[in-house]
């Protein structure tokens, strides 16, 4: 029992159970404690269950993930009203070390819980699997359909309350999913984005949410499969990473992370080779009006891209034709890169992949390379600009030059810098060695990199 005195602090109240029509309505308080000890309310989440829920002994599992959240982005103790699995507690530390690894400006607190005393009921014998109808969620089922008894879809996450149109054609069609396998669907509405966002940065809370509902759903289910997005040679860099999903169990509970010896493009391979479910594919983030897949943002496309490799594009009546242009056009974030290697990279090898499209692919990764190397010289400029040969730039060519680092345009670039380049081939070449390292073995990166160094070596000279 902690004995220390009430400070500041964040305060997870206990999960409040309330019959709420046919199903189960949740609620997890949260709660800050201030210098002078007024305890003010930050927000209620409440999960909404269509299925009545067991109440299982007070336990704050369910309440604790989203609390550290919230204490680690406050930089507060988190101090727990109802006792915690001891096995929680205990993988908490772990839980906090890795995602500040992640998000350097979150902090390691300390918990203020008890243990739960006594002996732990046996895990339940039900085995959940979170649906979306994304190529990861369809996929998974590819690997545990045999093993898999419900199935869960959450609306209130990726999925905002707000755009209740569009959550009800994705839980119609998720439905539609559990019903093909004869499983049954549980479906959770939750207010968390409402209350999530003030304190934690969108989308830290997802595996969070994932993780309280596993918790409040363990008297029925003694383990989730949640498919990642990465595969393990990719291994996820945020809050996805499987270390994640693992720390957060107890001794009934815990969420297995799924399918990660599979990169993105094998997993839409395996579904094109069960094409059965392609017309259950909902890849979309944008929430179109009167679709699933609005076929025009990043996550819509890179799927695209996917199944024109495979020659699958017909089979999948819920996304648009592909145009080459699109993909030329198309813009996505560092943490994307793997998917766009790796489907460069089958996309080489496909007979069903046109010249054009092909084409369209080398430039949109091309650029995107290009700008990645940009933003990892950034923290040598001030070594390149403290050669005497900067001194020497035009001002007018000094200004812009690292503000064009970020958003290069390689011939201007080389041809900028052909006749200085002497100075900071050294600096230049430590950034290509440390920022490619990770990826050397990806014939892709070796190409790029042999060819960036012979553009080097021929401008320099
Ligand atoms: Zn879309």
């Not at 997802?206 to 393990?232: C, E, N, T």
């Not at 897949?293 to 594009?313: F, V």
């Not at 400029?381 to 060519?397: G, I, M, S, V, W």
Request: glycine share 6%.
């Amino acid at each position: 029992m902690n004995t220390e005195p009430p400070g500041v602090e964040i305060i997870a109240g206990a999960p409040v159970y309330a019959r709420d029509g046919e199903g189960t309505m949740v609620s997890l308080p949260y709660r800050r404690r201030s210098e002078n000890g007024v305890v003010t309310l930050l927000g209620v989440v409440n999960l909404r269950f269509n299925i009545v829920l067991p109440e299982p002994p007070p336990s704050g599992n369910a309440s604790l993930p989203l609390g550290l959240l919230v204490a680690m982005a406050a930089g507060l103790p988190l101090r727990m009203e109802t006792p915690v699995s001891p096995l929680l507690l205990e993988n908490c530390d772990r839980f906090q070390e890795i995602h500040q690894c992640f998000f350097p400006d979150e902090t390691i607190v300390p918990i203020r819980a008890e243990a739960t005393a006594g002996t732990q009921a046996a895990p339940a014998l039900g085995v959940g699997s979170f649906l979306s109808n994304g190529v990861d969620s369809l996929h998974s089922i590819l690997d545990h359909r045999d093993e898999i008894t419900h199935f869960i879809f959450i609306i209130g996450f990726d999925i905002w309350l707000k755009h209740s149109e569009y959550a009800a054609r994705a839980l119609t069609q998720a439905r539609e999913t559990a019903t093909k396998l004869g499983r049954p669907l549980i479906v959770v509405e939750t207010n968390v984005f409402d209350f999530s966002h003030h304190y934690i940065p969108w989308p830290r809370d997802g595996h969070l949410v994932q993780a309280s509902i596993g918790f409040l759903l363990s008297p029925l289910l003694g383990k989730i499969i949640q498919a990642l997005d990465f595969s393990y040679l990719h291994f996820a860099t945020g809050p996805e990473h499987p270390h994640l999903y693992e720390a957060l169990c107890s001794e009934d509970f815990h969420i297995q992370p799924s399918c990660g010896k599979y990169t993105r493009q094998q997993k839409v391979r395996r579904l094109c080779q069960s094409p059965e479910w392609l017309p259950h594919l909902r890849v979309c983030w944008d929430m179109p009006e009167d679709r699933l897949n609005c076929g025009k943002c990043e996550k819509c496309l890179r799927t695209m891209i996917g199944l024109s490799i495979e020659g699958a594009s017909a089979l999948c009546p819920v996304l648009p034709e592909l145009k080459p242009e699109a993909v030329a056009q198309l813009t996505y974030s560092s943490k994307s890169f793997p998917f766009y290697y790796d489907m460069l990279e089958a996309a080489e090898q496909s007979p069903h992949v046109s010249q054009e499209l092909l084409r369209a692919l080398r430039a949109c990764v091309h650029r995107h390379q290009l700008e990645d190397l940009a933003r990892k010289m950034l923290p040598l400029r001030h070594q390149l600009t403290a050669t005497r040969r900067y001194q020497q730039f035009e001002k007018k060519l000094r200004d812009p030059l690292f503000s064009l680092l970020q958003r290069i345009d390689e011939v201007w670039l080389w041809k900028k810098l052909r006749r200085h380049a002497a100075d900071f081939r050294e600096d230049i070449r430590k950034v290509l060695r440390k920022s490619h390292k990770p990826l050397l073995k990806q014939g892709l990166r070796q190409a790029w990199l042999a060819k960036a160094r012979a553009l080097f070596r021929r401008k320099s000279s």
